[in-house]
């Protein structure tokens, strides 16, 4: 069966520090992979979206960034964290664009 | 383009009394529609899913919606409502022609309370 990992579960960083959040899919192969971002009370903004090794696309300009240097890896990053960046930050799959997602069990940033 | 719109951003409702929260999409073509569940703090957690087959669909935890292409609505139901449902619920539709790679458009999600 297919399992999806999301590290670290919770991350408080300061202003202007760097972001790395991991996430691992196990069980499957060249899947699509998603970062989406909850702020609170708030739905579901796509992030990043990719459909293979090295092929990032973004759907927001942004003060993040995003790679897949592996077909079951996806990684979020910046380099300079804002205030805004805080929320909950989710990875998702699915073998194609138009089936179902699953997704990891989150990461909560506060950024202070 | 695909949207959805989820009609109350939050629905109360008693213990043992019918939850119903309703989804409205628009699709150029026959979609995919989803209804996912949200615990605090937690991932999404996919509910039930249409793709074209029967049109009322069934679920995990006592969850069912029907597909009602003259309404393009999609609206989820439980029977009886119990304490363990209080979530978030997301709808989202998919457009099946297999060209849009970014994936699923969600709706903005709708608080489900249970008043006891």
């Known amino acids: 069966s297919q399992t999806i990992h999301q590290w670290p579960a919770t991350l408080v960083q300061p202003v202007g520090s760097p972001l790395s959040l991991e996430c691992t899919v196990e069980?499957?192969?060249?899947?699509?992979l998603y970062w989406y971002r909850q702020a609170a009370g708030r739905g579901l903004q796509l992030l990043f979206y990719s459909v293979g090794i090295g092929q990032i696309s973004s759907e927001v300009p942004q003060n993040l960034s995003a790679s897949r240097p592996q077909d079951r890896q996806f990684i979020l990053s910046s380099k300079k964290l804002l205030l805004s960046d805080s929320g909950f930050y989710l990875c998702?799959?699915?073998?194609?664009?138009?089936?179902?997602?699953?997704f990891g069990p989150g990461t909560r940033l506060t950024v202070l | 383009a695909q949207s959805v719109t989820q009609l109350g951003s939050h629905v109360s409702v008693s213990e043992g009394a019918l939850v119903l929260l309703r989804c409205n999409y628009s699709?150029?073509?026959?979609?995919?529609l989803f209804w996912y569940v949200q615990y605090p703090n937690q991932g999404l957690q996919l509910l039930l899913k249409?793709?074209?087959?029967?049109?009322l669909v069934k679920g995990i935890n006592g969850f069912e919606a029907e597909f009602k292409k003259s309404e393009t609505s999609f609206h989820l139901t439980k029977p009886s409502a119990h304490m363990s449902d209080a979530a978030e619920y997301f709808c989202a539709v998919s457009d099946n022609s297999g060209g849009g790679a970014d994936g699923l458009t969600f709706g903005k999600g709708t608080h489900l309370i249970i008043q006891p």
């Open positions: 699709s150029s073509v026959p979609p995919y």
């Open positions: 249409y793709t074209s087959a029967a049109t």
């Open positions: 998702a799959w699915s073998t194609s664009g138009y089936n179902e997602q699953f």
């Open positions: 069980g499957t192969s060249n899947p699509n």
